[in-house]
């Protein structure tokens, strides 16, 4: 028999809160849980937005938030760094109104005194104090959205008035100051014989100083009765390319970096991030006789683009070799490649190039420091005598060049990506043709009369596969994607896939990748952008050897090789020829043409409108007069004269009787006073001339002579009268 279950032990006393005690503290803990929460994903998104903001943003705004922390501290606020009108006020006029300018390793400061020795003090502009006003507001907003900050916004009624007293004082300020009052203006930059300048400083300091070079002279050949140190040929390559390296490179780089800038308006954190992905090479139609290609640049991200907004930058060959964009990012790139001893690009993985820069640094795959970029500028610009506040921004000395050179606001907005409406960022292709042939040195406004004489002259085949020769075979890498034996070799290949995939699963995801790579559109695009770079390079070493023979670049096999001798001598001869064709005479005499015809149009038209007017006046008259004449508003009275009585000869002819009749027939008498002329006499009998018309019938019906034989009464419009 089974023993009979336990009864349940009683319940245990619970020593704690009552049930609705306990729901209210675990809802307090939940909501407490739920703020601290909330609170943690604001903070994230603020510390999120604060990092994908431009750097130069928080770069200018973080030492002057730091200026403001310590003046809090220093007075001793009890809400902290709490950002409000009042304070932010008594900020400004306690640290930034009347405070001096201070220097920097990028801006020295001037000092400056009167003719009797006294010091100037020169404080800080009102562009300085906008400045420190947006960065503390900038501040306040962040507090605000972190709840912290509950006072309403600092731009209030009173800092405006200390703004706007301020900006109506910065006049007297520049003036007592002794500012340069060039500077911003026209004057402040450089034209473009300085810009050719600044090239040529590139080109004639590129090399070492005492280092000479020959036409011919190749790398490892010493100069005839110097003494060669017995080293193998390897190692004083290796060391005559380490010491050319810190000393061409540069300059190559800066004359690249200068004319990419000031062509494609760049920002200079769009021209340090550029990378060799980013580049590829648009045929333009219709430009003239000399094939016309561009090169351009793909944007996604920048100072005003965080949103990967897709924009373009483009150039085309100059007509001047030495202000022209894509030549000297080809000589750059020889350089690199060919003279420095440089790995050109593997494009059989994304991987493995596509974070190449243009600009690199210490290595390729690290972008230029912005520090390294000023400091060549400045020193270019010192060496030809630019004075520019403007040293790696320089936006808007391009802008100016493109202004006077004829582009329209429009062709300058879209070519520096100023616009922002659907048309130009969904639809437009974001090449302004206008603007990018007037930075060529052609006329914008002309299409057609893009034509260069050292590009009449094309490099034969085998020179340019001489050069770069990894483009051709990288192309024909691309292409084979597409050839029918690749349609044969698949099951080939899947076979070998699934080998790899059982006994090397890294290998066989490396061989899927490479695979899709041979579709990639930018290695493509790049690679056929070299092979015009290297055409342009073959084109204009002609003109740059002529100009500068002891530059270390020339110093390549290629520029000895006999094809490239007989070539550079075509391009010579070609040069001599310096009518331009046809073609672009007659485009260029169009627009002079149109504008003469347009004259002449708008001349007619002016003397027809005046000729019209004046005719419908009369026009108007004259209908005005036949209308009272038809409606009998005009009394009309007709007087009959007797023919003279003249003998005439022979028997009378019919229109003769008729015309006597007629006469003869009676007539009312004329008025009082009034006496008519004779008739004239009837011609005679037997003459060629037709029969006479009737007297009456060759009266001339004036209305406007009173005088005449069909005279003309006084309009009567009660009751007119006709009388024969």
Not at 143 to 165: C, D, F, M, V, Y
Not at 288 to 303: E, H, L, Q, Y
Not at 359 to 382: I, R, S
Request: charged content about 25%; hydrophobic content about 35%.
């Amino acid at each position: 028999m089974e023993p009979s279950p336990a009864p349940p032990a009683p319940p245990k006393a619970v020593n704690g809160p009552s049930p609705p005690a306990a729901t209210a503290a675990s809802a307090a803990e939940r909501y407490a849980a739920l703020e601290a929460e909330l609170f943690a994903h604001g903070a994230s998104a603020l510390a999120q937005a604060r990092d994908t903001r431009p750097k130069n943003t928080n770069k200018a705004y973080d030492p002057k938030q730091e200026e403001w922390r310590e003046f809090c501290a220093n007075k001793g606020f009890e809400d902290g760094e709490l950002v409000y009108e009042n304070k932010l006020i008594w900020f400004l006029r306690d640290k930034v109104l009347n405070r001096e300018i201070r220097g920097s390793r990028y801006k020295k400061k001037a000092s400056r005194t009167t003719v009797d020795g006294e010091k100037i003090r020169q404080t800080l502009g009102i562009g300085a104090i906008n400045s420190y006003v947006a960065a503390i507001v900038d501040l306040w907003s962040f507090q605000k959205s972190k709840g912290i900050n509950t006072k309403p916004h600092p731009r209030g009624e009173a800092l405006h008035g200390i703004l706007r007293s301020r900006r109506r004082d910065e006049h007297l300020r520049r003036r007592l100051e002794f500012a340069d009052r060039a500077a911003g203006t026209l004057q402040d930059g450089y034209n473009e014989a300085k810009m050719i300048e600044a090239i040529r400083f590139c080109w004639e300091q590129g090399r070492e100083p005492g280092q000479r070079h020959r036409q011919g002279q190749g790398q490892g050949q010493p100069w005839p009765g110097e003494v060669e140190v017995e080293v193998e040929v390897e190692e004083k390559k290796k060391k005559q390319q380490q010491r050319l390296r810190p000393s061409t490179e540069p300059y190559l780089r800066t004359a690249a970096d200068f004319l990419l800038a000031h062509n494609m308006l760049l920002r200079s954190e769009s021209r340090l991030a550029a990378e060799l992905p980013d580049f590829f090479a648009l045929e333009l139609p219709e430009e003239g006789p000399t094939p016309c290609f561009a090169m351009v640049m793909i944007m996604d991200n920048g100072k005003t683009n965080k949103v990967g907004r897709l924009e373009y930058g483009a150039v085309m060959r100059h007509r001047n070799p030495l202000l022209c964009t894509m030549a000297a990012t080809a000589f750059y790139l020889f350089y690199r490649w060919n003279i420095a001893g440089e790995q050109p690009p593997c494009f059989r993985r994304r991987e493995l190039w596509y974070n190449l820069h243009l600009f690199k640094g210490e290595k390729a795959a690290k972008q230029m420091a912005y520090d390294t970029q000023l400091d060549w500028v400045n020193k270019m610009f010192d060496a030809v005598g630019i004075k520019s506040k403007k040293k790696t921004h320089l936006r808007a000395q391009g802008v100016r060049h493109a202004e006077l050179k004829g582009s329209s606001e429009g062709q300058i907005r879209r070519a520096g990506r100023w616009n922002r409406d659907a048309l130009t960022t969904s639809y437009l292709t974001h090449l302004p043709r206008k603007f990018v042939r007037g930075m060529a040195g052609f006329s914008p406004s002309v299409q057609g009369n893009f034509y260069l004489p050292r590009a009449k002259v094309l490099p034969p085949r085998s020179l340019e596969q001489a050069l770069w020769p990894f483009v051709d075979e990288w192309l024909a890498w691309f292409d084979s994607q597409e050839e029918e034996e690749e349609e044969e070799a698949e099951e080939a290949e899947a076979e070998e896939a699934e080998e790899l995939a059982d006994e090397f699963p890294a290998t066989a995801e490396a061989y899927e990748a490479d695979k899709a790579d041979r579709q990639d559109l930018a290695g493509q695009g790049f690679l056929r952008l070299l092979q015009q770079l290297r055409i342009i390079l073959l084109q204009d070493s002609v003109i740059m050897r002529r100009e500068f023979p002891d530059h270390p670049i020339w110093t390549d096999p290629i520029f000895i090789r006999g094809d490239y001798l007989a070539f550079a001598k075509d391009v010579e001869l070609s040069l001599m020829e310096v009518e331009e064709p046809e073609e672009v005479r007659v485009r260029k005499a169009l627009p002079a043409l149109a504008e003469r015809l347009s004259m002449l149009h708008q001349g007619l038209t002016r003397d027809i409108n005046q000729w019209g007017a004046e005719t419908r006046q009369k026009l108007d008259g004259i209908q005005l007069n036949l209308a009272d004449l038809l409606q009998g508003r005009i009394s009309i009275t007709l007087h009959a004269a007797p023919l003279p009585t003249a003998a005439v000869s022979g028997p009378p002819t019919p229109a003769s009787s008729a015309a006597a009749s007629f006469h003869s027939a009676p007539a009312s008498q004329p008025p009082t006073g009034a006496s008519s002329p004779p008739l004239p006499p009837l011609p005679p009998t037997g003459a060629s001339s037709p029969p006479p018309l009737p007297p009456v019938h060759r009266r001339r019906l004036n209305t406007n002579n009173t005088n005449s034989r069909l005279n003309t009464c006084s309009p009567a419009r009660s009751q007119p009268s006709h009388s024969c």
